[in-house]
């Protein structure tokens, strides 16, 4: 399909900068395949589904994955996207035509790595001296990567690092948060589990590809960047039981909803998953473990909006976005939510 197809006009003043507090505050936008919209509140979540009903978030955890440093004079930016071992990273480079193969980039706080290798897209293998692990060394010279469209507007701050963090977090090594997860509270929780709602994780650990702009004209010539996720046996074993009994699975974000669609087989049976996908999801794809979604609203031309468009039906979504916009919704990572029940 044309990559124009997924374009439209949002206003910069619809960016969030920062999230709603408290933050079960944010507005909701429920949708279905067709019929009016309804404007509501994430707290008010529950009264929209039905017991029985799964939600399935993201347990990964952001890591201070982005680095300044510099290569001699030269100033090096990295963003770690994905973990290769216990000291290599694959990482987006900014200002990469100043390094070669072999060279040495000192980061602050005494850490530094090896630009082992520069792949086909660009990115670059990180190869970090020391024994330490690569998670500690971050934790003293990085920060944390807050998406572009917000870090060019203002610089990262001490509120950012648990702003930009779910409440589910425990497992480190996303670069991005699953950012529909970032709604949720205790409280909401607890409403939730009050109507029936069941609470199921996954992990799947984000990588810095889900910010990058499709450059290609066409969808069919658009590599997705490779993300590593698991589903263990338990829970696949009991979400494929809710199902049976009548229950909804509802992903709560696109990296949810692509994990359970990678792990699923062509009857709609969630299996085991441990390793990478980079499946790529755009209208006329057939979805086989999900029956619906929350979600943030997401950049033109972006993998995501591909993706939401595709569960709901591209004129569907465009008429989504232009209410969001109308409605003044706030949009990306830290802006409002939606709930798609196709």
């Known amino acids: 399909m044309r990559v124009d197809l997924f374009d439209f006009e949002l206003p910069p003043e619809r960016i969030a900068l920062r999230p709603a507090r408290p933050r079960d505050a944010a507005r909701m936008l429920v949708a279905g395949r067709e019929g009016p ?11 929209f589904l039905r017991a029985g009903d799964v939600l399935v978030f993201n347990d990964t955890r952001v890591i201070p994955a982005q680095l300044e440093g510099q290569r001699g004079m030269a100033r090096i930016g990295a963003t770690l996207h994905k973990r290769i071992d216990l000291r290599r990273w694959q990482a987006f480079v900014r200002n990469a035509k100043r390094l070669r193969e072999g060279d040495t980039i000192d980061f602050p706080a005494e850490v530094s790595a090896v630009a082992e290798q520069r792949h086909a897209d660009g990115s670059w293998t ?25 870090a060019g507007k203002r610089p990262t701050d001490e509120a950012d690092l648990s702003d930009y963090q779910t409440m589910f977090a425990s497992k480190d090594g996303a670069v991005a948060a699953p950012t529909a997860a970032l709604h949720f509270t205790p409280d909401l929780l607890t409403g939730l589990a009050d109507a029936g709602v069941v609470q199921e994780t996954l992990t799947l650990h984000v990588g810095a590809g889900t910010f990058l702009p499709v450059k290609a004209d066409d969808t069919a010539d658009h ?79 972006s993998t995501l909006f591909m993706l939401v ?17 109308a409605e003044e919704y706030r949009f990306y990572s830290y802006g409002d939510a939606s709930l798609l029940l196709p």
């Open 126 to 150: 990180l190869a970090f001296a020391g024994d330490e692990p690569v998670e500690v060394l971050l934790e003293r010279a990085g920060k944390m990567p807050l998406p572009p469209y917000i």
């Open 309 to 325: 468009s595709a569960l709901m039906g591209l004129e569907r979504m465009q008429a989504v976005y232009a209410h969001a916009i």
């Open 37 to 47: 919209f309804q404007d509501a509140r994430v707290s008010e979540l529950p009264g």
């Open 223 to 301: 590599a997705m960047h490779a993300e590593w996720g698991s589903i263990d046996a338990a829970t696949a074993e009991r979400l494929n039981a809710a199902r049976s009994n009548g229950g909804r699975i509802i992903p709560v974000g696109t990296t949810s909803l692509r994990l359970l669609e990678s792990a699923a087989d062509e009857t709609g049976a969630v299996l085991p998953f441990e390793g990478d996908t980079s499946i790529f999801i755009t209208p006329g794809y057939r979805f086989k473990a999900v029956d619906g979604l929350m979600t943030n609203f997401h950049l033109p031309r």
